[in-house]
C-alpha cells in the first residue's frame, strides 16, 4: 500500500527471514516484522509486524492488519521508535480490535479438514481495508472490511477512536448478520478496496477447496479436485441503490496544477493516487499550490496530503509544519509531529509547540 510516508508498505506473510535490497545490497531481517519500502531508492525499513495478508491504511495513517483468526488489528507502535532502545522490550505492538469473532455465513456449513471447532467463528481472515468515501453512505465512512473466504463472506466493523488505539463494534442492524455473505460454497473472497469511484470492490477467488493441500490428509486430498474453480474469479463492485458513484478522471493525463486539485477529493483512493503521482513527477511547481492548500483547505484529509507530498519533495519548511502544528484536526497534528522530528535541530520552535500538547 502507497503511505502518506511517501513509502510502500507491504505485508510480511507468515514467513519473516532475511530480504534484500538490489538496488542497495542491503539485507534485512523482518522476521515478526512487516516492510516498508521506496521502490526508486531501494531504502527498506521493517515496521511492526506481522501481518498475514493485506494491510490497510486509514485517513490518516494509521495502519491496520489481520490473520485468520484475528479480523481487525490496530498498529499502536511503530517498531522505528521503539527500536532507538535496545533495552526496552515494549511487547506486543498490535492492538487487537476485533479478536475471533463470531460469524453468520449464509451458506451450508460444509465438512471441515481441521478447527472442526472454530465453524462459524473467523478462521481465514485477510484482504482488510478501511472505506475511506461517504458514497455508500457516511455511517461507512471509516469503517473495516475483511474478507472471510472459508465462511463465504465479508465482515464488516465499525471503528470508534480509543485513547491512542481503537475498538470495534458490529454495525446497527448486523448484530447477527453479514455485511456480505453468500450461499454459494465457492464464494471465496479475499481482498476489498475503496474504489476511486466510491464504490466497495471485493475480489473473489472462487474456489471448491480454500483450504491449504498443508493442512488436508493425502487420503482425503485423492478425492478432491484442489485446483477447481483455478479457470474462474471474479470482481463485485458494491454501489448504492440510490446515489451515484463518483467519476473519475484519468490522472495520468493531468496537469501538475490539476493533479493538486485532486486532493481535495472526498475518496482517500484517488486522493492517494495523486499524491503518489505528485511525489514521482517530482515537479516543483506544485509547491506553491501545495503550500497554499495546507493553509487554506478546508478539509484537514487535503491538508495532510499536501503536508506529506512536501516532504516528499523535500520542500517541507518549518512554516509548513507550524500551521499542520496548530490546526484543531489531531490527524493532522499527529503526522505533523511525526514530520517534525527530522527539524528540531534547525527549528527549535516546532520543539516548544510539541511540548504544548502534553497539556
Known amino acids: 500500500r502507497w503511505g502518506l510516508d511517501n513509502w510502500i508498505h507491504c505485508a510480511n506473510g507468515d514467513s519473516g527471514g532475511s530480504i534484500n535490497s538490489s538496488k542497495t545490497g542491503e539485507t534485512m531481517?523482518?522476521?515478526?516484522?512487516?516492510?516498508?519500502?521506496?521502490p526508486d531508492t531501494g531504502?527498506?525499513?521493517?515496521?511492526?509486524?506481522?501481518?498475514?495478508?493485506?494491510?490497510?491504511?486509514?485517513d490518516w495513517g494509521s495502519r491496520f492488519?489481520?490473520?485468520?483468526?484475528?479480523?481487525?488489528?490496530?498498529?499502536?507502535?511503530?517498531?522505528?521508535y521503539m527500536r532507538r532502545n535496545p533495552h526496552f522490550s515494549p511487547g506486543n505492538p498490535r492492538e487487537y480490535v476485533v479478536e475471533?469473532?463470531?460469524?453468520?455465513?449464509?451458506?451450508?456449513t460444509l465438512t471441515r479438514f481441521n478447527d472442526f471447532e472454530h465453524v462459524n467463528r473467523s478462521t481465514s481472515t485477510c484482504g482488510i481495508e478501511i472505506y475511506r468515501d461517504t458514497v455508500l453512505g457516511s455511517e461507512f465512512y471509516g469503517n473495516a472490511f475483511v474478507c472471510e473466504p472459508v465462511h463465504d463472506l465479508v465482515l464488516r466493523t465499525v471503528l470508534e477512536p480509543n485513547g491512542a488505539t481503537f475498538s470495534g463494534h458490529r454495525?446497527?442492524?448486523?448484530e447477527q448478520s453479514e455485511f456480505l455473505s453468500s450461499h454459494d460454497n465457492w464464494f471465496r473472497p479475499v481482498q476489498v478496496r475503496t474504489g476511486p469511484d466510491g464504490a466497495l470492490y471485493v475480489v473473489d477467488m472462487y474456489r471448491q477447496v480454500i483450504e491449504h493441500p498443508e493442512y488436508i490428509s493425502k487420503e482425503t486430498q485423492a478425492k478432491l479436485n484442489l485446483r477447481?474453480?483455478?479457470d474462474k474469479g471474479r470482481i463485485y463492485r458494491v454501489v448504492p441503490v440510490h446515489g451515484e458513484l463518483r467519476s473519475v478522471p484519468k490522472l495520468n493525463e493531468l496537469s501538475t496544477a490539476d493533479l493538486v486539485t485532486q486532493l481535495e477529493s472526498p475518496n482517500g483512493t484517488l486522493r492517494d493516487m495523486a499524491h503518489q503521482l505528485l511525489v514521482e513527477r517530482a515537479d516543483n511547481t506544485a509547491v506553491e499550490p501545495l503550500q497554499n492548500l495546507l493553509r487554506t483547505s478546508a478539509s484537514p484529509q487535503t491538508r495532510l496530503h499536501a503536508l506529506n507530498i512536501l516532504e516528499g519533495l523535500n520542500a517541507l519548511t518549518?512554516?509548513?509544519?507550524?500551521?499542520?502544528?496548530?490546526?484543531?484536526?489531531?490527524?493532522?497534528?499527529?503526522?505533523?509531529?511525526?514530520?517534525?522530528?527530522?527539524?528540531?535541530?534547525d527549528a527549535p520552535e516546532l520543539g516548544e509547540a510539541m511540548l504544548k500538547f502534553l497539556d
Open 29 to 38: 531481517d523482518i522476521s515478526g516484522r512487516d516492510l516498508r519500502i521506496q
Open 43 to 58: 531504502a527498506m525499513d521493517a515496521e511492526s509486524g506481522m501481518t498475514q495478508f493485506g494491510i490497510a491504511f486509514d
Open 65 to 80: 492488519g489481520c490473520a485468520n483468526w484475528l479480523p481487525v488489528w490496530h498498529y499502536a507502535l511503530d517498531d522505528r
Open 100 to 108: 475471533q469473532a463470531a460469524l453468520f455465513p449464509t451458506s451450508k
Open 171 to 174: 454495525a446497527p442492524g448486523e
Open 228 to 230: 477447481a474453480g483455478d
Open 318 to 345: 518549518a512554516d509548513d509544519l507550524a500551521i499542520a502544528l496548530a490546526h484543531e484536526s489531531s490527524g493532522l497534528r499527529r503526522n505533523a509531529i511525526r514530520l517534525a522530528a527530522a527539524q528540531l535541530n
